[in-house]
């Protein structure tokens, strides 16, 4: 009787030291789930609203414009629409201006970080320095947010019309309503807010709910046509395009996408 029990308590301590405390232990085996959340780094689409003869715009443009070359458009897209007859503006910067202010406040510069998420008018102060740590500080907040959304598209090109078509995924883990992907196209001029003025803003393609993992599929024939080759020094004056996704109603843009 000692003998058995002298070898089932050997046994014991033999299985202990061979699998470990795992053999005491319930396994837990994680389900292969094919989740839809996962992390998309947020492009931030900034609108500075601007106007020929106002006297501040300079100080917005130039520290909008210089961030836009630190930051690149993988994190931060500029564009800039002009207001109220100064030659560069459109009757569609002047109808989206009013689709943002509505009966508020008017006045320019005026910028709004991806849509109605933050707005700043005027300058914060005197000094050029001020303006842009402000605007930077405000871009920075934005950018530590992750996208629900992932956008793709490609430049299709028949000179000199094109198309822009691609996708919006939702990729978090809940539904998502009253969105639009929508877009603009604007040409780069020498001067000063002229650095992506914008000439077309496509219309919205409103999206029904989009579920976790879904996606929804758009297409866009811009009216701005591709620029030929200029005959003095054969530089092609540069094109900006960009897709973006915005709430409908909160006019929150929740993603967007800079288009080589």
Not at 42 to 55: K, Y
Not at 241 to 248: A, E, G, P, R
Request: hydrophobic share 40%.
């Amino acid at each position: 009787m000692k003998i058995k029990i002298f070898i089932f308590i050997f046994l014991i301590i033999f299985l202990l030291i061979f699998f470990g405390n795992n053999i005491l232990t319930p396994q837990i085996f994680a389900q292969n789930t094919d989740s839809t959340s996962k992390t998309v780094s947020r492009t931030v689409l900034v609108e500075l609203f601007v106007q020929g003869s106002c006297t501040t715009c300079p100080t917005a443009e130039f520290c909008l414009e210089d961030m836009a070359w630190e930051y690149g458009t993988t994190k931060f897209i500029l564009v800039q629409e002009h207001l109220w007859g100064d030659g560069y503006d459109t009757a569609e910067t002047n109808a989206r201006y009013n689709w943002y202010v509505g009966d508020g406040k008017k006045g320019t510069p005026d910028v709004f970080i991806d849509g109605l998420t933050k707005r700043l008018q005027g300058l914060a102060c005197d000094c050029v320095e001020g303006n842009y740590e402000c605007y930077k500080d405000a871009i920075d907040k934005e950018l530590t947010r992750p996208s629900l959304l992932e956008i793709s598209a490609n430049k299709t090109t028949i000179d000199p019309d094109y198309t822009i078509e691609g996708t919006v995924k939702n990729i978090s883990d809940i539904p998502l309503k009253d969105l639009a992907v929508c877009g603009m196209a604007g040409r780069e001029g020498d001067e000063s807010g002229l650095y992506n003025h914008i000439q077309n803003i496509f219309p919205f393609q409103n999206m029904p709910t989009l579920l976790p993992g879904e996606t929804f599929s758009f297409k866009f024939v811009p009216e701005i046509s591709l620029a030929p080759e200029s005959e003095i020094d054969g530089e092609e004056e540069i094109l900006h395009l960009v897709i973006f996704v915005q709430n409908t109603e909160t006019k929150e843009i929740l993603q967007a996408l800079y288009i080589e």
